[in-house]
Every structure is written in structure tokens, then in C-alpha cells.
């Protein structure tokens, strides 16, 4: 086996943190979507997807090193925003998390000169650098059009749609 087990140990962990967040932007677009506001519901729908991507990529290097991938449970969610912002907000700190976690792993695997999990990380750190700039910039959005959610709606529209620079899978 080529990674050490502390590191698969550690990424069986973070397998269960990538499929959390996959159901619960299924929560977050659900809210959206009975609100009536499409756009916004559609963007979460699609970072779900990205999330079980996140997983996946982790569940195939483990397989690929000869090393067993756990699939998890999950946790209780929250499917109860009082606002847009809250639950948008909720998402950035999801973010949030998930970098120091990522950064955790990339600590882990140094700490075990596990040099090929390091390479495959680095990956995963410049994805949350994408993945926290667009939840912060949703973020500032929803603050600056001061309750106007159409103009939210239109901002997702032109600059998180399917197949833009943003949405876009990262491979
Ligand atoms: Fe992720
Ligand atoms: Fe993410």
C-alpha cells in the first residue's frame, strides 16, 4: 500500500466530510427552490454534484493505492434557513471547514512523508481557494442587492449558469 495509513484514516474521514456537504447543497438548493428562486436552486443543485465529485476522487485514489475507502453515514443536516443569506452564509463556513480540513490532510501526509497523497492534495487546496472566492462572492451579492433577490437570481444567471467558468467541473 502506498499511503500511510494514518493518511488513508484521515481521508476515509474527509470522504465522509465531501459527501456531507453533497447532501446538505441538496438541502441548501431544496430551500431555494421553494422559494421559487430557480437560479439559485440550480447553482447548489450543481455544487452538490461537485461535492459527490470531491468524494469520488478521494474513494478512487484510495482504491487505485491499494488502500480500502470507507462510505460513510452522514450526519444530521439542516434543512431550515431563516434567509438566503443565512443559508448561504451556512455554506461559506461549510467551506471554510472543509479547507482547514484539507489543510489538515496536506499536514498528515507531510507528517508521514507520504509524498503521494501530498501531490494528489494539491489539487483539493486549490479547489477551496474556487470554492470559498464564489460562496464569498454569492455571499457579498445577496448583501449588496439588499433583499432584491431577483437581482440575485439574475447575478447567478449570467455568472454561475451551467457551463461557466465557475461552475465548470475542476477536471
Ligand atoms: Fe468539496
Ligand atoms: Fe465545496
Known amino acids: 500500500m502506498i499511503v500511510k495509513p494514518k493518511v488513508v484514516e484521515a481521508m476515509n474521514a474527509q470522504i ?8 446538505q447543497y441538496t438541502a441548501i438548493a431544496v430551500y431555494f427552490d421553494m422559494e421559487a ?9 450543481r455544487q452538490s454534484d461537485e461535492e459527490r465529485m470531491h ?3 478521494f ?3 484510495l482504491l487505485e493505492a491499494g488502500a480500502k475507502p470507507i462510505i460513510p453515514g452522514l450526519p444530521e443536516l439542516r434543512n431550515d434557513f431563516s434567509s438566503p443569506e443565512d443559508a448561504v452564509q451556512f455554506a461559506l463556513d461549510q467551506e471554510i471547514k472543509v479547507t482547514n480540513q484539507i489543510n489538515n490532510l496536506v499536514a498528515i501526509s507531510n507528517r508521514e512523508n507520504d509524498y503521494t497523497s501530498h501531490n494528489f492534495l494539491q489539487w483539493y ?11 464569498t462572492t454569492l455571499l457579498q451579492t445577496i448583501k449588496h442587492a439588499g433583499g432584491s433577490l431577483l437581482l440575485v437570481e439574475d447575478f ?14 475542476a477536471e
Open 156 to 169: 447567478v444567471r449570467r455568472n454561475f449558469a451551467a457551463g461557466t467558468a465557475a461552475d465548470a467541473p
Open 37 to 45: 428562486l430557480p437560479e439559485l436552486a440550480g447553482f447548489f443543485y
Open 16 to 23: 465522509q466530510s465531501e459527501f456531507t456537504a453533497m447532501a
Open 125 to 135: 487546496v486549490m479547489e477551496q481557494v474556487e470554492e470559498v472566492d464564489t460562496m
Open 55 to 57: 468524494a469520488m476522487k
Open 59 to 61: 474513494v478512487h485514489f
